[in-house]
């Protein structure tokens, strides 16, 4: 089985068990008692936090461990927004940032504060222009990951640091996605991230809050890890967190170069092999080890299943893999293709034959989900109609798009077909279409029923 998910969780690196396996031996007394237990429990856990800080490139002291990444978002952002209440309740984030940086702003909006969200480009980068602009003198706090989790997209964090601490604002920055190959660039004031995306046990997070930063934890008052996360420390799991970190690090420089140069194969090779395929995020800034494509025509559920029928283990942000039947908010936001999405993420060690043997695999996986979907194989028929309405009422993607290209050949050059649907993907994945196929689209018009995209042939 190829494991080609490494974004959602890498696995555990084999000198994280050795350090986790010593640690429940030596590291399971109370780290706050005087008694020889707990000094070697306490020896291990100060030597963890010494040697995250370091790969961090901050004080050890400004250093929390969490209970999860996710709860050093929540916790960051709260208490970075209680800090500076004074000054405002106006939070910053960008419109890709990971859910649990938006959730929190929804909180936060809940409970009376102001949020702005900045767009994306079609590559899924922020203009740092937008940053600046959006900075007001009631600002708390901003907040940008440095690099996307979907699709590779590494941000301008340096820059974007800058204009907010010219501005006096604090940023926050999530560094889950790349903190396994380097420290955040630029003066940033809060930093997270997740074990187990660097190969460390899962349930294991750090907060990293700079000296000079105003910030209230939020909650009942806990005297451990200097009252930001409550709860005795997992002396353990952090030990083995701070273990995978140096030796991903150790590696780092010379495992970027070798999957950079595996997802740079497929990011050229697969357009060739498949048709109607869009690949997206940044191709120049992006993570090493991750590459996003859609393809037109394809259930992004059933291609999943196929592929891991196939014995490759990847991900999704299509609408079709989605419980709430929405496509992924990165993709959204960026305005791209949703339908048939794959997220291939790399862990370090892929062996080569593994991207080989999915690049060999995967035309005949998409060529069999469209099929069964029936999916247009060939060229449209020559053109008979003005304009077309296609119902697609009740029906989820990628049906709308499939019906939409089985019949946009029957009307000629100028002549238009209105879409009929009730599925949120469409709004994105019918302009998507267009823009692949070189055609004109109109808008969305209201319906009785969903919503009506228009579509003109142009050629």
């Not at 006096?168 to 997740?194: E, F, H």
């Not at 290209?405 to 002549?415: I, Q, R, S």
Request: charged share 25%; net charge negative.
């Amino acid at each position: 089985m190829a494991y080609f998910d490494a974004a959602s969780s890498a696995p555990l690196h084999p000198v994280a068990r050795q350090a986790l396996l010593a640690a429940l031996d030596e590291g399971w007394a109370d780290p706050a008692r005087l008694y020889r237990e707990g000094r070697r429990a306490r020896l291990l856990l100060d030597a963890a936090r010494e040697a995250v800080a370091e790969a961090v490139g901050c004080r050890a002291d400004e250093l929390t461990f969490t209970s999860s990444g996710t709860r050093a978002v929540h916790s960051g952002i709260a208490g970075a927004l209680a800090g500076r209440r004074r000054v405002g309740r106006h939070l910053i984030v960008s419109e890709v940032e990971h859910s649990s940086v938006l959730h929190s702003a929804e909180a936060h909006e809940a409970d009376g504060g102001s949020v702005t969200r900045v767009p994306v480009d079609r590559q899924g980068t922020v203009a740092v222009a937008s940053y600046e602009a959006a900075l007001r003198e009631d600002t708390a706090l901003a907040c940008l990951q440095s690099a996307n989790h979907e699709v590779g997209t590494e941000q301008p964090v340096a820059e974007v640091a800058a204009v907010c601490r010219a501005a006096g604002v604090p940023l926050l920055v999530d560094a889950a996605q790349s903190l396994a190959w380097g420290p955040a660039a630029g003066d940033w004031s809060l930093l997270t991230a997740s074990a187990h995306k660097w190969g460390g046990p899962s349930g294991t997070g750090l907060l990293v809050v700079r000296k000079g930063v105003r910030f209230a934890p939020r909650g009942p008052v806990d005297e451990r890890e200097s009252g930001r996360s409550a709860g005795f420390e997992n002396i353990p799991a952090i030990v083995a967190a701070a273990a995978a970190l140096r030796a991903v690090r150790a590696e780092a420089a010379e495992e970027a170069v070798r999957l950079r140069e595996l997802t740079e194969r497929i990011r050229t090779r697969v357009p060739r092999l498949v048709p109607d395929v869009e690949v997206v995020g940044d191709p120049v800034r992006r993570l090493p080890g991750v590459v996003t494509f859609s393809c037109l025509y394809v259930d992004g559920e059933t291609l999943l299943h196929e592929l891991d029928r196939e014995g490759f283990s990847v991900s999704s942000g299509s609408s079709c893999t989605s419980s709430t039947l929405t496509p992924s908010h990165v993709l959204r936001a960026m305005g791209v293709l949703s339908e048939g999405n794959v997220r291939v993420s790399l862990p370090p060690g892929t062996p080569e034959e593994d991207v080989e043997r999915f690049l060999a695999v995967l035309p005949r996986v998409v060529a069999g989900v469209r099929e069964k979907l029936g999916a247009p194989a060939g060229a449209p028929a020559a053109g008979r109609e003005d304009a077309l309405v296609v119902d697609a009422l009740g029906r989820r993607c990628p049906i709308p798009v499939i019906e939409l290209a089985k019949v946009f050949g029957d009307v000629p050059v100028g002549g238009t077909v209105r879409v009929l649907s009730d599925d949120e993907a469409a709004r994105l994945d019918i302009p998507a279409w267009c823009e692949m196929r070189g055609q004109e689209y109109v808008g969305e018009e209201p319906a009785d029923e969903g919503s009506a995209y228009v579509v003109r042939r142009v050629s």
